[in-house]
């Protein structure tokens, strides 16, 4: 099987990353790094590769699309609940004397585990500034299955650019 694996890094300005959330189109320019494997063999050292983003906020889970000049992506929307633990056993309820209910469930660690567009958002605005997240597609291309994995991150451009100003 041929497996394609691209990593793809995109920072943007804090109004792009609104203006994302609020459903509009970004049209930007980021970095892939794409590696081919078959079998053992892979086709290191990767080459990264400046093309255009064209990211939507459709509130679709949309796969990433290859497209001439780069990549369509549609932000998901993926909603993650943690089954609640059980009861705090008696003996370690002075550990956790504010616990609603006495069940350990962890509020901020839950909403953390969304993947959408509201992780992009300030962090006083209930976001990270970013939003990192894995997608898996198989295509049939000549004959040949061949298995795709996206590795998306995107962040605030200020982690760019304080690499680049950093003394």
Known sequence: MINLTIYHKINLTRQERYDLHDGKKIITT?????????????????????CKYYIFNNKKNIPVKIVEDGYEIEI??????KKPLKKIPNF??????????NLIIDEKEKKM??????????????GSKSLNYREFNKV??????????????????????NSLYNE
Not at 30 to 50: D, R
Not at 76 to 81: A, D, K, L
Not at 143 to 148: A, K
Request: one cysteine or more.
């Open 30 to 50: 980021g970095v892939s790094v794409p590696v081919w494997h078959i079998k053992k063999a892979s086709s290191e050292p990767a080459k990264e590769i400046f």
């Open 92 to 101: 370690l309820k002075k550990f956790f004397p504010e616990t609603e209910k």
């Open 140 to 161: 049939k291309s000549e004959g040949s299955m061949i298995t795709i994995a996206h590795y998306l991150n995107i962040e605030d451009i200020s982690h760019l650019e």
């Open 76 to 81: 998901p929307h993926q909603s993650f609940t």
């Open 113 to 126: 585990n969304d993947i959408c567009s509201k992780s992009l958002l300030d962090i006083k605005d209930g």
